[in-house]
């Protein structure tokens, strides 16, 4: 029995350590974790950076309470462009990552960002006002583009800074 509990709670102690506080995604330390365990093993995976854009006004207009909130109805609906296997990562601030288990074609990777584009992109309704913000995506696709899984993080990284880029220049062209 006390062996039992001293397990539970060792478990709980490392779920804690895992898991971002204020969303319950897992956190960056367990991303970290989490690829390394693939790579070991070879498992292929598709990974997905995003960036909330617009995050940042919703901040300084609404305060941080209500940006807390908005990250957390990110966080649900991230979780549903996912199966179970799959995981939802919060890496700080307004940024996110999703792996996905499995090969997966460019098609289905470009498809997939526009799902996570369409879903995040959707209006919030949080705390009496109705939000709206978009995310940049990019992706990577372990093996096919790199066995090492920091050129597909870096990858991943590049593409969703281009992503961004073309984001705002559309912004700043009044679309």
């Known amino acids: 029995e006390a062996f039992h509990r001293e397990s539970t709670e060792r478990q709980k102690m490392e779920d804690l350590a895992n898991t971002d506080g204020l969303t319950g995604l897992s956190n960056e330390r367990f991303f970290n974790a989490t690829l390394q365990k693939k790579e070991k093993a070879g498992e292929p ?8 854009d617009r995050f940042k006004s919703v901040n300084d207009t609404y305060g941080h309470e209500v940006g807390d909130k908005l990250l957390q109805a990110v ?38 960002v526009e799902l996570i584009c369409k879903t995040v ?4 309704h949080v705390a ?34 281009k992503h961004k880029q073309k984001n705002h220049a559309l912004q700043d062209h009044g679309s």
């Open 128 to 161: 009496g006002s109705l939000l709206t913000i978009g995310t940049s995506c990019g992706f990577a696709l372990y093996p096919e583009e790199g066995t090492d899984t920091d050129k597909i993080t870096r990858l991943a990284d590049q593409r969703m800074y």
């Open 121 to 124: 992109a959707a209006p919030y």
């Open 75 to 112: 966080a649900k609906r991230l979780q549903s462009c996912i199966r179970n296997q799959d995981y939802a990562f919060r890496m700080g601030g307004d940024e996110f990552a999703l792996l996905t288990i499995g090969a997966m074609s460019p098609e289905e990777a470009h498809r997939k």
């Open 45 to 52: 995976f598709a990974l997905f950076y995003l960036d909330l």
